[in-house]
C-alpha cells in the first residue's frame, strides 16, 4: 500500500467519522427540539384549560340609528372578544377573537361565535355617517361604551347582560344631509 493510497483512507474515514458525527449532532438537535415543541404544546394545553374557565359564550345584540332614530342598515361593526386562552390564528397566537357583522334593514346586529370573558367594539363605520367621538379609535375614556364585560375577574367591574329584546343602541350622525 502505497502512502497516498493510506492518506486517503485515512481522510476518508476521518471524513466518514466527521459526517456520522454531523448527522448524530442533528439528529440530537432535532429531537430535542421535537421534545422541546412537545413539552411547550402540553403546556400551553394545560394553561388553555386551566384559563377556559374565565370563558363564556359571548352575545351581543345591538342596533344602529342615526340622529333620528332611523335605522342604519349595511354598517360595518368590527369586534375583538378577549379571553386568557392563547387563540392560533394564521400561525401566530393572540388572546381574543375576531367578530364582524353588518347592520339589517332595522338596524340590527348580532355578534355570537366566540368565547371570552370581554366583548370589545374595535370599528363601526358605514360611508356617509360618522360615530360619537366614544366610539372613534383612539378617543376612548372611562365609561365610554365600547367595552362590555361577561365575566366577572375579580375586579368588581359591572358585568354586562346581553339582551335580545333591549339591544345596544348605537347612534351616529350623517356626515351628509340626507333626507329619511
Same mark, same amino acid.
Given at each position: 500500500?502505497?502512502?497516498?493510497?493510506?492518506?486517503?483512507?485515512?481522510?476518508?474515514?476521518?471524513?466518514?467519522?466527521?459526517?456520522?458525527?454531523?448527522?448524530?449532532?442533528?439528529?440530537?438537535? &432535532?429531537? #430535542? *427540539?421535537?421534545?422541546?415543541? +412537545? $413539552?411547550?404544546?402540553?403546556?400551553?394545553?394545560?394553561?388553555?384549560? =386551566?384559563?377556559?374557565?374565565?370563558?363564556?359564550?359571548?352575545?351581543?345584540?345591538?342596533?344602529?340609528?342615526?340622529?333620528?332614530?332611523?335605522?342604519?342598515?349595511?354598517?360595518?361593526?368590527?369586534?375583538?372578544?378577549?379571553?386568557?386562552?392563547?387563540?392560533?390564528?394564521?400561525?401566530?397566537?393572540?388572546?381574543?377573537?375576531?367578530?364582524?357583522?353588518?347592520?339589517?334593514?332595522?338596524?340590527? &346586529?348580532? #355578534? *355570537?361565535?366566540?368565547?371570552? +370573558? $370581554?366583548?370589545?367594539?374595535?370599528?363601526?363605520?358605514?360611508?356617509? =355617517?360618522?360615530?360619537?367621538?366614544?366610539?372613534?379609535?383612539?378617543?376612548?375614556?372611562?365609561?365610554?361604551?365600547?367595552?362590555?364585560?361577561?365575566?366577572?375577574?375579580?375586579?368588581?367591574?359591572?358585568?354586562?347582560?346581553?339582551?335580545?329584546?333591549?339591544?345596544?343602541?348605537?347612534?351616529?350622525?350623517?356626515?351628509?344631509?340626507?333626507?329619511?
Amino acid at each position: 500500500m502505497t502512502a497516498t493510497f493510506r492518506e486517503s483512507i485515512l481522510r476518508l474515514r476521518s471524513s466518514s467519522w466527521f459526517l456520522t458525527g454531523l448527522v448524530v449532532v442533528v439528529c440530537l438537535g &432535532f429531537m #430535542l *427540539d421535537i421534545r422541546d415543541l +412537545f $413539552a411547550k404544546a402540553w403546556q400551553m394545553a394545560q394553561y388553555n384549560r =386551566y384559563a377556559a374557565g374565565y370563558d363564556t359564550h359571548v352575545h351581543f345584540w345591538g342596533k344602529v340609528v342615526d340622529q333620528n332614530g332611523y335605522p342604519v342598515e349595511g354598517a360595518a361593526i368590527v369586534a375583538s372578544v378577549t379571553t386568557m386562552r392563547l387563540v392560533k390564528v394564521k400561525g401566530k397566537y393572540r388572546e381574543y377573537g375576531i367578530l364582524t357583522t353588518r347592520s339589517a334593514a332595522d338596524g340590527s &346586529f348580532k #355578534l *355570537d361565535g366566540a368565547e371570552g +370573558f $370581554a366583548l370589545t367594539i374595535e370599528q363601526f363605520y358605514k360611508d356617509g =355617517y360618522v360615530l360619537p367621538s366614544a366610539y372613534q379609535a383612539g378617543t376612548r375614556w372611562p365609561g365610554a361604551k365600547y367595552h362590555y364585560r361577561y365575566k366577572d375577574m375579580g375586579t368588581d367591574q359591572v358585568i354586562f347582560t346581553p339582551s335580545r329584546s333591549h339591544p345596544e343602541v348605537f347612534t351616529c350622525g350623517s356626515s351628509t344631509s340626507q333626507s329619511h
